[in-house]
């Protein structure tokens, strides 16, 4: 039990800390196992899972990433941009393999128990499987870091996502040197982890 709370506590979305080995398919299978095993409205099951690593693909990924970045940077208050400005936002190349997470809304058929009055069940299926691919990660010692920031139809072209499948992130999966103690975007000033206490409402949702 203690080293379950003790891996949901050690994890972390890398970035630097890549040590620019691959991992290896055993492992590599053994994290995605356990990312299909999440439980998922109506067993839909609406994830699949595009593992990438031809280098070229992975380049071309990474100088996309880097543009957006660029745009987010530009856009933010000055002393935002400050903030900001040390964080990296990605492990693209480093990793050496990308896991693009894919969500198939009519995976299960037109009848998904459980979806029909909260249809954003589905998509939330599939952030479990990527939940269980996170923490299954760092008990192998293999580091994880989501991108976001790119545009989906680059994405969808790039990867050859057929029509009605979606994006839900890329994950750069790989080995790593250590993972920080503290997550970059605290260590850097961006944000600082809400206490417990202020996330925790009895009864009713309170405001103040």
């Known amino acids: 039990m ?3 709370y003790e891996v949901i506590r050690r994890r972390r ?3 630097a800390e890549f040590t620019g080995e691959l991992v290896d398919d055993a492992t590599l299978l053994r994290i995605l196992d356990a990312a299909h095993r999440a439980p998922s409205v109506g067993n839909s099951q609406p994830w699949d899972f595009v593992v990438v690593r031809d280098r070229a693909t992975l380049t071309r990924f990474a100088a996309h990433v880097a543009d957006k970045r660029v745009e987010f940077r530009d856009a933010l208050p000055p002393d ?18 990308g896991i693009v997470v894919t969500h198939d809304d009519n995976r299960g058929g037109p009848q998904i128990l459980g979806r029909a009055t909260v249809p954003e069940t589905g998509r939330y299926s599939t952030i479990l499987a990527i939940q269980n691919l996170w923490l299954a990660a760092t008990a192998e010692g293999i580091g994880v870091g989501w991108v976001s920031f790119y545009d989906e139809p680059f994405l969808t072209a790039l990867i050859d996502l057929p029509p009605g ?15 920080q103690d503290t997550p970059d975007l605290e260590r850097f000033g961006w944000r600082a982890r809400r206490p417990l206490p202020d996330a925790i409402h009895w009864e009713r949702y309170r405001t103040s």
Not at 87 to 96: C, D, Q
Not at 165 to 179: E, K, N, S, T, Y
């Open 2 to 4: 203690a080293e379950l």
């Open 13 to 15: 979305d890398v970035r």
């Open 80 to 97: 935002r941009a400050r903030a900001f400005e040390p964080i990296k936002i990605e492990g693209i190349v480093e990793s050496g393999t």
């Open 165 to 179: 499948i979606r994006p839900i992130a890329w994950l750069c999966v790989g080995p790593v040197h250590d993972f």
